[in-house]
């Protein structure tokens, strides 16, 4: 059974950094690209950071370009998205998602559970 | 960027009716539209891919319309475990990727 299984969230205050683990379980990971999607407390979904298969492309919201980075191991099966300069604005519940393609991307068919962050003081 | 606008926000629906979900695009997207289903405390699954094509193990009372700028999502006689909030995504031009706010299917 194919399987997304984030960590690393917790609370951290304003300014502070994470960073984020995406592991998959039942399939080579490093076939398909991986998104990152937030959910705000009781919002909606929101993009945020994408990267292809062989992490030679990335994709950032506006809103995290120059704080967020997105990366992969392929040896350890995992995404990861390292949070800096974390805002308050930036609380939410962080999925990590699996494209469907290799490349280019085409749509997410496969989502983790997600893991909490709060930035908050 | 794509913004998608979905409508109504709250769907009202007894168990056996039909739900009709809208989510319009601010321009084109071609038939690069998916809908995803969120029950509290889940995670967002796939229900629809290219406007119309359901993915494995979604159930045929889930269909998909559209092309453009207009789609709909038809959810056909209501059961328990369909009420939840409904996001459209967009795939054509990205990035960003973009979803809807999101209709929420509640009980009537």
């Known amino acids: 059974q194919v399987q997304l299984v984030e960590s690393g969230g917790g609370v951290v205050q304003p300014g502070g950094s994470l960073r984020l683990s995406c592991v998959a379980s039942g399939i080579s990971f490093s076939r398909y690209g991986v998104h990152w999607v937030r959910q705000a407390p009781g919002k909606g979904l929101e993009w945020v950071a994408f990267i292809r298969y062989d992490g030679d492309n990335k994709y950032y919201i506006d809103s995290v370009k120059g704080r967020f980075s997105i990366s992969r191991d392929k040896s350890r099966n995992t995404v990861y998205l390292q949070m800096n300069s974390l805002r308050p604005e930036d609380t939410a519940l962080y999925y990590c998602?699996?494209?469907?393609?290799?490349?280019?991307?085409?749509?997410?068919?496969?989502w983790g559970q997600g893991t909490l962050v709060t930035v908050s003081s | 960027e794509v913004v998608l606008t979905q409508s109504p926000a709250t769907l009202s629906v007894s168990p056996g009716e039909r739900a009709t979900l809208s989510c319009r695009a601010s321009q084109s997207v071609g038939s690069n539209l998916a809908w995803f289903q969120q029950k509290p405390g889940q995670a967002p699954r796939l229900l629809i891919y290219?406007?119309?094509t359901r993915t494995t193990g979604i159930p045929a009372r889930f269909s998909g319309s559209g092309s453009g700028t207009e789609f709909t999502l038809t959810i056909g006689s209501l059961q328990s475990e369909d009420f939840a909030v409904y996001y459209c995504?967009?795939?054509?031009?990205?990035?960003?990727?973009?979803f809807g706010q999101g209709t929420k299917v509640e009980i009537k």
């Open positions: 998602a699996k494209d469907v393609s290799r490349s280019p991307p085409i749509y997410i068919d496969l």
């Open positions: 290219d406007a119309s």
């Open positions: 995504h967009q795939y054509n031009n990205w990035p960003p990727w973009t």
